[in-house]
């Protein structure tokens, strides 16, 4: 069977079978998925933390984009001061002198008897900002500001060995 048919204008167009689509491209025939995002959705279930202790947060999974975040949303787990957690979702942006800014974490910790203390995180691999695109530190010392002037005190990069928690 053929695998292409032809239309009016003379130009072919792939047939899809068991998920399998060819094209003809001059004198050569490339196959590929008849279905692209099954890669992409593999990938996006790789970087998914499963939360353990769901009391704290709204959350079944946690999507993380690196390893220092999984480790993190591990810790932030793990922790019995931790009352709850949200990684930060991209359209939560704030504006800054350098464009929008999405930091990482929003954290409430039980301290002083109290589950008062708000704390916005951004996590990083490292506290050396020469180690950082230089629109990127902007923006992080740029949030620094934006939370205190509304009373978020406690924002802060967290990088392994030194979760600033």
Known sequence: MNSFQNYPSGSQRPLASDGIAAEQSSDHQIDRLANPGLEAHDHFLDQMYRVQNKQKTDFDYVVYDSDVERQFAEKLDTREDIKMFMKLP????????????????????????????????????????????????????????????????????????????
């Open 90 to 165: 991209p359209k939560f942006k704030i504006d800054t002198p350098v464009g929008p800014y999405n930091p990482d974490w929003a954290i409430i910790k039980h301290e002083d008897g109290q589950d008062r203390i708000y704390m916005i995180r951004e996590t990083k691999n490292t506290l050396d900002d020469s180690k950082l695109r230089p629109p990127e530190v902007a923006k992080i010392k740029s949030a620094k500001r934006h939370f205190e002037a509304i009373g978020i005190t406690d924002y802060g990069r967290s990088v392994p060995g030194k979760w600033n928690l």
